[in-house]
T-cell receptor, first 116, second 116 residues
Framework: AQKVTQAQTEISVVEKEDVTLDCVYE???????LFWYKQPPSGELVFLIR??????QNEISGRYSWNFQKSTSSFNFTITASQVVDSAVYFC?????????????FGKGTRLHILP | NAGVTQTPKFRVLKTGQSMTLLCAQD?????MYWYRQDPGMGLRLIHY???????AKGEVPDGYNVSRLKKQNFLLGLESAAPSQTSVYFC???????????????FGPGTRLTVT
């Protein structure tokens, strides 16, 4: 069965520090997709990144970067030079995509506080 | 494009009352989903639909019903509300993916429901 674990329930860092959010997943499939979403205090869910299981290249988008390692079943998210606006709950998610239903399983989220 | 919209944004119900939450998307997406979000529980899938006229149960379907009469709309019904259904409800949609391809979900702004 598929499962996503975000072991860090809550993290606080001072502005401008780097912070890494951990995500560990479980799946029996060889074809799957991983996602990260951001939920700021306003409550909406914002899609950040989608990565398939065949692409292990790290991705960088501005201050955000993602490290995908199949060997450890991890898809970690790093924010460099954090800002107060990065304060949010971040969700990691997994989809096995083997069926037409395309369901996504979410982790329980990591609440990130960036302190000024 | 409005993306995914939800009606209403807030609602207070008394135990035993019924209501319908409406989700609409203008992205011509095949798939639509209803989630509930409770503190510390992440997002849990209630029901989903892989196309007009189809519905299926998710992780926590009890006490809810859904209908997808039109491709752009996905309705979530509570026939007899209970305090345990107090939650924030999110609707999401995603585009169709051929077998083995999974796309990101786009979320509505959420509906905060309180059952007293």
């Amino acid at each position: 069965a598929q499962k996503v674990t975000q072991a860090q329930t809550e993290i606080s860092v001072v502005e401008k520090e780097d912070v890494t959010l951990d995500c560990v997943y479980e799946t029996r499939d060889t074809t799957y997709y991983l996602f990260w979403y951001k939920q700021p205090p306003s409550g909406e869910l914002v899609f950040l990144i989608r990565r398939n299981s065949f692409d292990e290249q790290n991705e960088i988008s501005g201050r955000y970067s993602w490290n995908f390692q199949k060997s450890t079943s991890s898809f970690n998210f790093t924010i460099t030079a954090s800002q107060v606006v990065d304060s949010a709950v971040y969700f990691c998610a997994l989809s096995e995509a083997k069926n037409r239903d395309d369901k996504i399983i979410f982790g329980k989220g990591t609440r990130l506080h960036i302190l000024p | 494009n409005a993306g995914v919209t939800q009606t209403p944004k807030f609602r207070v119900l008394k135990t035993g009352q019924s209501m319908t939450l409406l989700c609409a998307q203008d992205m011509n997406h095949e798939y639509m989903y209803w989630y509930r979000q409770d503190p510390g529980m992440g997002l849990r899938l209630i029901h989903y639909s892989v196309g007009e006229g189809t519905t299926a149960k998710g992780e926590v379907p009890d006490g809810y019903n859904v209908s997808r009469l039109k491709k752009q709309n996905f309705l979530l019904g509570l026939e007899s509300a209970a305090p345990s259904q107090t939650s924030v409800y999110f609707c999401a949609s995603s585009q169709y993916g051929v077998m083995g391809v999974s796309y990101e979900q786009y979320f509505g702004p959420g509906t905060r429901l309180t059952v007293t």
